[in-house]
Every structure is written in C-alpha cells, then in structure tokens.
C-alpha cells in the first residue's frame, strides 16, 4: 500500500513545491518529469540503486547505509534491510563491487552506544533530490539534498533540548575482509563541526578531505573508544537545541584538501534546505524534460526513473576552482569545464555514453577531457575510475570506443591528435597491473605474437579479452581515418580482426586456442566462467553469450562467419528460443533470461538488435519489447541485474525510441520499433526530434526522416541531430 501511496503523492507533493515563491516554473496540469522518477526502483535485489539524493552527474550522494559490506550493499542499500546504520555522502549507483561511503552520520535525541536504528518504512520517501526517513530508536525525521559538491542534512528530533549526532570516519563502503581500508588519517573538531583528510583503499587508492559544518554550535564532544581495527576516530557532538527541534549540517567533500572539501561544502551559501532541494528539482526536471513520450503512468514511472539513473553518473571530480587529485595522488586543474570519475566504461560504453552523445552533449567534451587527463597521468587510458583513482576492473580497453564515438559524432572540444596519441599508447604498450593478481590486462606484446590470448599463457578470459580487443582496435582505427591517419587506421582495423581466430568451424562459436593453435578441450559452451569464481575463457560469460562480441564492431563479418544472413538467424534462434537458461549464475549477471540471452550482463545487451541484420528482423523487435516488458517495473525490485552506473537504463531509453548503437564507435544506430507511439527530444541548441510509430504490427517496414529513408542498419546519429520526424512505420511480417 505505501508503494501505492508513494506514487499518487509524489506529482501532488511536486505541484505544492512547485507553487513556492522563488521557484521558477509554474504550476502545470501535466506533471513535470521528475513527478514520475522513484528512486527505490532497483534498491530490492540485484539492481544495487540507491535512493538518496543527487544532482545529475554530482560529486555527492548523500543517503542511507543500511550495512558497510558485501555485494548486496554496494550502494549501502538494500530496500527490505531492517536497520539504517547512518547517513554516507558519497555512492556508485548499481555496481558490483562496493566503494565510497564517505563521512557517516546518524543524529540521534539521546546519547546511545549502539546508534544503528530501525525505521518506520511507511516513513521513507525518496524523490530526485530528496530523501527523508523516521529513525524509531534515535526519536528523530532525517532529511538529505544535495547540490554538485555539497550534502544537506536536516534532523527533526521529537523534542526539543540536547541531541546528538554520530560522525564515523572509520566507516566505508568496502569488500575488503583482509584489511581496514583506513591508511592514514588526520581530522579535528571546530567550533561548529568537524574538518579533516583521510587516505583510504578499497576497490581503488583515493583521497577524501570533509568538512562538516552544523548549524549550531558543538558543546560537547566525545571521541568514542576505537574498535578491533579502527584506524579513523568516531566523534560524538552534542548540541542544544534550545526550545528548538531543528538541527541542519551541510558536508563538503574533495579529492585534494580541506580547503577544497570547505569551498564544495559553501557552494551552495545563500540557500537553505529547501532552496537546495528546489534547485536540485529544478535541474533535474530540466535535464529529464528533454525527452517526453507518450506513455501511461506506469511506463512513464519506469521511462523517466530509467532516464534519472542514467544521469547519475559519470561523477563529478573536479573541486568549484577545478581542482582534483589525479590517479596517481597528483593535483591537476581542470583548465575549464568539470572533470568526472565512477566510469564504469567496461558496461557504459555501450549504451550509456552514446546516449550522453544524444542528450547532454554539453558534457560529452568534459567526459573525453577527463580519460584524457588520466591517460596523461598514468600513461594509457582508465578501465573503471571511481573517485579519480583507476580500480583496474574488468577487461579490454572500453574507452576507446567512448573517444571514437564521441568524435564520429563531431565533438571537438578535445584536441584529437592528442586524442588519437592516448588511444595508441593504450592499444600497444603493455598494461601494468593495478592490484596483485591483475591478469586482465592488455598484454600486447602476448597478443601481437599469437594474433590472439592464448588461453595457456594469457592467464585467465583469453577468449573475452581477445573480442573486445577487437572492439578498442576498431575505436582506434576509426579515431585515426577520421583524422586522415590511414596507415595507423590500416594497421589497427587489420588487427581487430583477430576475433576471426577464434571462430570454431564446428560451433560456429568464440573458443579458446592455446598458443600451439589447438582448440580448448573439453569445449563447454553453456557454462559460463569468472576469474573470481571459477576461471576459464569467459568474463562473467559464456560461449554462447560472448560469440555476438564482434557485431560491436564488425556485425557485417560476424554474419558472414555464422553462415551467412540464414545461418546467423539460425543462430540467433537457437540463442534466443532453443537452449535452457541457466540457473544459480546470478552472481555472474545470469539472470533475466530469455534461453542463452542474460539482460542482467553487459555482453549480451545489444544481440537482439541484431536480427536487423536478418530477414526477421520482427523477432528483435518483439525480443526488445518482452525484455523491456519483463525486466523492467515501476517497483523496488524492477531492476533485474546490476545497474551499472546507468547501463541497464541507458538500455531501457533507447529501447523506448527505437534505436540502438550496436556498434557505438560508428556514430550509428541499429533501428527497431519504438515502444511508445510518440516521443520528442528538445535537446538545447539542436532543434527537435519527433519520434513516431504509426501502424500495426511487428516488423519495420519503412523508416524516414522527414520523408527521406533511412537504412535500418545504420542510422545516422549526425542526421537525428538535425531534427525533424523520424517515421517508424510498422507492419505484419511476410
């Protein structure tokens, strides 16, 4: 029933709000945006989302922790967890592996030695930018907001007089159980808060300077007794309230120092709580009104929390005078523009970055900039970074294809020599690993001499690693043709043909080859395998699932080596409708299945697309529209799989338009059908998009823009930007 309440409250909550003096828009009879986003969609199994506040692609996230390890609380959260152990500034939304959680605190009206506290679900209430909450034991309503840089906290205690407030430097969102993640510390108490600067390492190595400021002063402070293996203090201030019940903090937090934690923290001077948290409605229903469909209620609460989650990361890294501590400890400025960090490239490449190039194409420059800072820092271009430190996670080298798609789409506010000498450096030196044990590792020189990761020597995912080098070869090759380099693209668009080596004539699928060329044997196609778990040629992946890779960039050869346009439906077919899905892999992305097709991993997101390149192209589009039907609800357990910094949504937004970057360094798009008759995209300097699907039926027959057709197959992003209709007409098949 809350559920239910929740959602007719919140566009009623949102009207009130909305008729504030001060805010800038009017009343509407139609919803704005962010009336139909629920943040608690994904925080119930395996969708790993978070319901605390943020400002599109901010540096903060305030909300609640519910516990500070393992992998169902990589956000901290998980919506059916019975107690909130406080309130952390910093989260990932949706990954696998849990980092951050910086600066925990948790208000309480009585001095207690045990400060974790049940709440009053009906209590919970999440909106964009707001979160708020009733803790039973500490008698107190905390309410959260935020701005880029800065976290809002509002305490009401149930009575008036001395309260307190647990701040916990130890606590952290961490897998680690062999070390604390604490390496040094150093903070101290003002007046009316708390400053300092810890270094801390967990999934990465990183920085975190804080400074928390109350609005009323400190009387009293304990540092409470250290636990087994605490290495950063737990303060407990107290505060006199007087006849009052209200107590605010504001929380800056910075990669370099104090004084940058104190100048993130005061961005927001001049406003209260509640003008943070308008200011924040405000950018979120300006950035999210950029799309409107025409949808149900239910499709829209799932259409725009997609779109919501999506634009929560990339992060913001950089400090208000552009300062951020680079991956190696060093202090950069940003010579203009914003730097951001939590780039889980390896799953945001590709979906999510291609749809940042549709529809925030002011940031898609900073983005680039920002590979490219840490490529000059380190040598070669990051893999997953998260609070500017690099995690070296997962495999290949998923930010080439971001750099190359970016600049087939006409972005040049980078420098594209520059661009192209990062790209190269990155497709032929040897990578160094990051933490012991790394083996996922562009090995070069090991590649060069085989023409592929001999399963033998590579260490471990040879054959994954093997297609999607292909995959950042092919960025490579395309980065340099678009900058006239025709011998280096010659070169690398030789070399991202090296999946064919791995082709088995026999199955007609991906398959390990040792360094003498012989096959792996025996040969498992349906088991899928993990460093982590159980090591073999496949990242979280398995034959079958892993065979589509190359379409990411060579769908044309893909279809050739699966027998042609008939052999590769029959594939697909049997892929799809004749193997068993496979049971207790969850931990390994196995879960929302269609026979072989796992929605809940990366790898497999773009292969139902590919019947476009079928003569049943109806089958994908029918496979688009049951995934998005059965994987995605408006409820807290509507997301089936991790999220992954905005992948799995980015997945969802695309599908509702129609199209799809199958092969995201092309600056193209494969075309479906739109799953809403109706849409428009308003993208500030660009005139508008009208989507539309007239007809009935499952198959594409025809797709124009403004009267001029348009290949399915290959969709031109430089033309969707100039506006106009794009005329989706549908049909029977044959």
């Known amino acids: 029933m809350r559920r239910v309440f929740v959602n007719l409250l919140v566009p009623f909550v949102l009207g009130l709000l909305m008729a504030v003096p001060g805010h800038t828009s009017s009343l509407r009879a139609e919803p704005r945006p962010t009336a139909y986003v629920d943040p608690f969609i994904g925080t119930d199994g395996t969708g790993h989302t978070f319901p605390g506040p943020g400002m599109p692609f901010g540096m903060v996230q305030p909300g609640p922790d519910n516990a500070d390890s393992g992998w169902a609380f990589t956000s901290g959260y998980q919506y059916r967890a019975p107690l909130i152990l406080g309130f952390s500034q910093t989260r990932a939304s949706g990954t696998g592996i849990p980092e951050l959680g910086d600066v925990l605190l948790q208000p309480s009206q009585t001095r207690r030695t045990e400060f974790a506290s049940p709440y009053d679900k009906a209590s919970e209430v999440a909106t964009p930018g707001y979160y708020a909450v009733y803790l039973g034991d500490n008698q107190v309503r905390v309410e959260l907001t935020a701005g880029v840089r800065?976290?809002?906290?509002?305490?009401?205690?149930?009575?008036?007089?001395?309260?307190?407030?647990?701040?916990?430097?130890?606590?952290?969102?961490?897998?680690?159980?062999?070390?604390?993640?604490?390496?040094?510390?150093?903070?101290?108490?003002?007046a009316d808060g708390v400053e300092g600067v810890m270094r801390r390492s967990n999934w990465t190595s990183r920085t975190v300077a804080f400074s928390v400021r109350f609005d009323h002063p400190v009387v009293e402070s304990t540092t409470l007794p250290?636990?087994?293996?605490?290495?950063?203090?737990?303060?407990?201030?107290?505060?006199?309230?007087?006849?009052?019940?209200?107590?605010?903090?504001?929380?800056?937090?910075?990669?370099?120092?104090?004084?940058?934690?104190?100048?993130?923290?005061?961005a927001v001077s001049g406003r209260d709580f509640d003008g943070v948290r308008r200011g924040a409605v405000a950018a979120w229903d300006d950035l999210l009104g950029r799309i409107e469909i025409a949808a149900d209620n239910t499709r829209k609460r799932i259409f725009y929390t997609a779109l919501y989650h999506a634009f929560l990361h990339p992060s913001t890294i950089s400090d208000v005078d552009g300062r951020w501590r680079g991956p190696h400890g060093e202090v950069l400025r940003a010579d203009g523009g914003d730097r951001y960090s939590t780039l889980s490239l390896w799953d945001t490449f590709r979906a999510a970055h291609p749809l940042y190039t549709l529809l925030v194409p002011e940031r898609v420059d900073d983005f680039v900039l920002s590979l490219l800072d840490h490529a000059d820092a380190t040598g070669r271009l990051p893999k997953w970074p998260i609070w500017g430190g690099e995690t070296g996670t997962m495999i290949g080298e998923p930010a080439l294809p971001v750099i190359a798609d970016a600049w087939a789409k006409g972005f040049r506010g980078f420098d594209g020599e520059r661009a192209l000498a990062a790209m190269i450096r990155t497709s032929t030196v040897d990578a160094i690993p990051v933490f012991p044990g790394d083996h996922a590792l562009s090995t070069w020189s090991l590649f060069d001499r085989f023409g592929y990761y001999p399963f033998d020597l590579a260490g471990g995912e040879a054959v994954s690693r093997t297609l999607e080098a292909g995959i950042g070869d092919d960025a490579t090759a395309r980065m340099a043709a678009g900058l006239a380099r025709s011998d280096l693209a010659g070169r690398f668009s030789s070399r991202a043909g090296a999946w064919r080596s791995l082709v088995d004539p026999e199955t007609r699928l991906a398959r390990g080859r040792d360094s003498t060329g012989g096959w792996r044997e025996p040969f498992d196609p349906l088991t899928p395998t993990s460093p982590l778990n159980n090591p073999g040629d496949y990242t979280e992946a398995n034959a079958w699932q892993y065979s589509w890779t190359s379409a990411?960039?060579?769908?044309?050869?893909?279809?050739?080596?699966?027998?042609?346009?008939?052999?590769?439906?029959?594939?697909?077919?049997?892929?799809?409708?004749?193997?068993?899905?496979?049971?207790g892999w969850t931990y390994l992305g196995q879960e929302a299945m269609i026979g072989q097709y796992a929605h809940g991993n990366?790898?497999?997101?773009?292969?139902?697309?590919?019947y476009a390149h079928t003569d049943a192209p109806e089958r994908g589009h029918q496979l688009v529209a049951r995934i998005a039907r059965d994987f995605y609800r408006d409820?807290?357990?509507?997301?089936?799989?991790?999220?992954?910094?905005?992948?799995?949504?980015?997945?969802?937004?695309?599908?509702?338009?129609?199209?799809?970057?199958?092969?995201?360094a092309s600056g193209t798009y494969v075309a479906g059908l739109p799953l809403v008759d109706h849409a428009?995209?308003?993208?500030?300097?660009?005139?508008?998009?009208?989507?539309?699907?007239?007809?009935?039926?499952?198959?594409?027959?025809?797709?124009?823009l403004d009267g001029r057709p348009q290949a399915p197959t290959s969709l031109p992003h430089s033309h969707l930007v100039q506006g106009g209709t794009l005329l989706f007409e549908a049909g029977r098949e044959p």
């Open 602 to 610: 990366e790898p497999s997101h773009h292969i139902a697309w590919l």
């Open 226 to 266: 250290p636990r087994p293996g605490d290495a950063a203090p737990r303060y407990l201030l107290a505060f006199d309230l007087g006849a009052g019940r209200e107590l605010n903090a504001r929380v800056g937090l910075s990669t370099v120092d104090v004084e940058g934690a104190r100048a993130n923290r005061d």
């Open 680 to 704: 428009v995209l308003r993208v500030p300097g660009r005139a508008p998009l009208t989507i539309r699907r007239t007809g009935a039926g499952d198959r594409l027959l025809n797709l124009t």
């Open 635 to 664: 409820t807290p357990d509507g997301i089936i799989g991790n999220e992954d910094a905005g992948q799995l949504s980015a997945w969802y937004v695309f599908a509702t338009l129609g199209f799809y970057p199958v092969t995201p």
């Open 150 to 190: 800065t976290a809002l906290h509002r305490y009401t205690f149930d009575a008036p007089g001395r309260v307190y407030v647990l701040v916990d430097l130890q606590h952290g969102l961490t897998f680690r159980t062999d070390a604390q993640p604490v390496l040094a510390e150093r903070s101290g108490l003002t």
């Open 552 to 583: 990411l960039h060579d769908p044309d050869g893909l279809v050739e080596a699966m027998g042609g346009p008939t052999g590769f439906r029959t594939m697909l077919d049997r892929f799809f409708f004749e193997l068993p899905s496979l049971e």
